[in-house]
């Protein structure tokens, strides 16, 4: 086994960037439309382009942090900090509740839920940097419990991560009310949990006790519950109501586009028909311009870069990087399958994104960010005969420089 340094994994990063490219065709496309969409129904004065040079910056930032996260920064960079940067995070969070309560301009609300910070020309939503923050930190922890052999120890292991995790959720989903970013966080839990080397037994208990919590969540509230009644009556094929409207017009754009698609610029139901065309719809916008086929090539995209991410994961020698690599697939997996069930009614609507797709800064520029660890993590695999390898770098078979054996509790 070797662990000289190598060539990156090409792959994730050209479909990493060109999902980022189809996604800009896309608001390009479909801006003016929204534009003129909320100008002549809120009384809004929004350039025709506004949106895709919104989007072209978001683009270029999260470029930016790609290549700073592949060139500049090193995981064990990350790792040192790894818990200032969970501090930071679910400080962050907590910020923005008692701003929207105390009813500061500097919360961004909408819809009644107060999830970005408004910082003037630009919006930050925490929930982002949160996930990134998250998988960083149980990475660290999961693997120093690993090796101090406390992994299921009640005291030293699940307090201390259900105190994290569940401050977590609990902001994100509850004062937030951000339930699609709920379903990432608890995709990125259970992913590195299992990847972890816990038991068996108590994983699938902290399943059943955390789909419990989500079963009580969606029962007790009245707007969850409307959306869960839609979906019924989606499926049921019952007569159509405001509560419907969203998922049988995200399936008629699909439907439209058949197997070709009607092309670009040449949308319906983005000028007014389909909500959120360009941030959580954006997968039915494409099924209407590109077709059947279009979609399958986005999934199959899509599909390559998890499956190198897994490549990864597979190949790295060390614990704490491995997790984290899982930690960003498994982020990545929940956005992408989520989306696509709820735009295709095989599940419930849930209010995320399509990674790298959908309109949108932060969300893009700390998903780059992340996926660009783990390209420069590719470049420290194990394996025989490495190809490329590059012989100026002739480091240790063990350890890797981006890897740090720091040990605290």
Same mark, same amino acid.
């Given at each position: 086994?070797?662990?000289?340094?190598?060539?990156?994994?090409?792959?994730?990063?050209?479909?990493?960037?060109?999902?980022?490219?189809?996604?800009?065709?896309?608001?390009?496309?479909?801006?003016?439309?929204?534009?003129?969409?909320?100008?002549?129904?809120?009384?809004?004065?929004?350039?025709?382009? &506004?949106?895709?040079?919104?989007?072209?910056?978001?683009?270029?930032?999260?470029? =930016?942090?790609?290549?700073?996260?592949?060139?500049?920064?090193?995981?064990?960079?990350?790792?040192? &900090?790894?818990?200032?940067?969970?501090?930071?995070?679910?400080?962050?969070?907590?910020?923005?509740?008692?701003?929207?309560?105390?009813?500061?301009?500097?919360?961004?609300?909408?819809?009644?839920?107060?999830?970005?910070?408004?910082?003037?020309?630009?919006?930050?939503?925490?929930?982002?940097?949160?996930?990134? +923050?998250?998988?960083?930190?149980?990475?660290?922890?999961?693997?120093?419990?690993?090796?101090?052999?406390?992994?299921?120890?009640?005291?030293?292991?699940?307090?201390?991560?259900?105190?994290?995790?569940?401050?977590?959720?609990?902001?994100?989903?509850?004062?937030?009310?951000?339930?699609?970013?709920?379903?990432?966080?608890?995709?990125?839990?259970?992913?590195?949990?299992?990847?972890?080397?816990?038991?068996?037994?108590? &994983?699938?208990?902290?399943?059943?006790?955390?789909?419990?919590?989500?079963?009580?969540?969606?029962?007790?509230?009245?707007?969850?519950?409307?959306?869960?009644?839609? @979906?019924?009556?989606?499926?049921?094929?019952?007569?159509?109501?405001?509560?419907?409207?969203?998922?049988?017009?995200?399936?008629?754009?699909?439907?439209?586009?058949?197997?070709?698609?009607?092309?670009?610029?040449?949308?319906?139901?983005?000028?007014? &028909?389909?909500?959120?065309?360009?941030?959580?719809?954006?997968?039915?916008?494409?099924?209407?311009?590109?077709?059947?086929?279009?979609?399958?090539? =986005?999934?199959?995209?899509?599909?390559?870069?998890?499956?190198?991410?897994?490549?990864?994961?597979?190949?790295?020698?060390? *614990?704490?990087?491995?997790?984290?690599?899982?930690?960003?697939?498994? @982020?990545?997996?929940?956005?992408?399958?989520?989306?696509?069930?709820?735009?295709?009614?095989?599940?419930?609507?849930?209010?995320?994104?399509? *990674?790298?797709?959908?309109?949108?800064?932060?969300?893009?520029?700390?998903?780059?960010? +992340?996926?660009?660890?783990?390209?420069?993590?590719?470049?420290?695999?194990?394996?025989?005969?490495?190809?490329?390898?590059?012989?100026?770098?002739?480091?240790?078979?063990?350890?890797?420089?981006?890897?740090?054996?720091?040990?605290?509790?």
């Amino acid at each position: 086994m070797k662990t000289r340094k190598h060539k990156a994994d090409l792959v994730i990063m050209f479909a990493t960037i060109a999902l980022m490219a189809l996604g800009l065709i896309v608001i390009y496309a479909i801006g003016p439309m929204r534009a003129n969409v909320l100008n002549s129904t809120y009384g809004t004065n929004y350039d025709s382009n &506004y949106f895709f040079l919104r989007q072209l910056l978001s683009v270029g930032l999260a470029l =930016v942090a790609f290549f700073v996260a592949y060139f500049l920064v090193p995981y064990r960079f990350l790792q040192k &900090y790894a818990k200032p940067l969970i501090i930071v995070a679910i400080a962050l969070s907590v910020l923005l509740w008692i701003l929207a309560k105390m009813g500061s301009s500097l919360a961004k609300c909408e819809l009644g839920e107060c999830r970005w910070f408004n910082l003037g020309f630009v919006s930050f939503q925490p929930a982002e940097f949160l996930k990134i +923050a998250l998988i960083i930190y149980l990475a660290d922890f999961l693997s120093r419990k690993k090796e101090e052999g406390t992994i299921g120890s009640w005291r030293e292991f699940w307090l201390p991560l259900l105190i994290v995790c569940g401050a977590s959720l609990g902001l994100v989903v509850v004062a937030q009310g951000d339930l699609g970013s709920g379903v990432a966080l608890i995709a990125i839990i259970f992913g590195m949990l299992l990847a972890s080397g816990i038991s068996m037994k108590q &994983y699938l208990i902290m399943v059943v006790a955390v789909l419990a919590v989500a079963v009580l969540a969606v029962a007790t509230s009245a707007h969850r519950m409307e959306r869960v009644d839609a @979906w019924i009556a989606t499926l049921h094929g019952t007569e159509s109501s405001d509560s419907t409207y969203h998922i049988e017009n995200a399936m008629m754009a699909i439907g439209v586009g058949g197997m070709f698609g009607v092309g670009i610029g040449n949308s319906v139901q983005a000028t007014g &028909y389909l909500p959120e065309s360009i941030n959580d719809s954006v997968f039915a916008i494409m099924g209407e311009t590109f077709g059947f086929i279009g979609l399958v090539l =986005v999934i199959m995209v899509f599909g390559a870069i998890l499956l190198r991410m897994l490549k990864v994961a597979d190949g790295t020698a060390e *614990p704490d990087n491995r997790l984290f690599v899982i930690g960003v697939f498994s @982020w990545m997996l929940a956005q992408v399958v989520v989306n696509i069930m709820a735009m295709t009614s095989l599940i419930p609507v849930t209010g995320i994104t399509l *990674p790298l797709l959908s309109y949108g800064g932060t969300s893009m520029i700390f998903m780059a960010f +992340a996926i660009g660890e783990v390209l420069q993590l590719s470049c420290y695999t194990s394996r025989e005969g490495i190809k490329h390898e590059d012989t100026s770098s002739r480091r240790g078979v063990r350890r890797t420089h981006y890897s740090s054996r720091r040990r605290s509790t």
